[in-house]
């Protein structure tokens, strides 16, 4: 991104997981991503969710992630 001219403005990310319990990991996720994108904690928003018990991710069988990410080009 550096090389096309373009930096994070924030990023919205959703794990779906029946287990393990995530929110004592979240300080440490939103941390990382930050130092990562080299952006400040509070433009990254990390949260968890399950899917009462439907699907793979339901069945414990696996975890999706989904992200969005605002991206603006350097003036």
């Known amino acids: ?33 930050a130092e990562v994108l080299e952006i400040e ?6 949260k968890a969710t399950t899917t009462e018990g439907l699907g793979f991710a339901g069945r414990g069988e696996g975890i999706a992630a989904y992200a969005v990410v605002l991206v603006e080009e350097d003036g």
């Open 1 to 33: 991104m550096k090389e096309k001219r373009f930096h994070v403005l924030n990023i919205d990310a959703t794990i779906v997981a029946q287990k393990p319990k995530l929110s004592d990991s979240m300080p440490r996720m939103v941390k990382q991503i």
């Open 41 to 46: 904690p509070e433009r990254v928003n990390v």
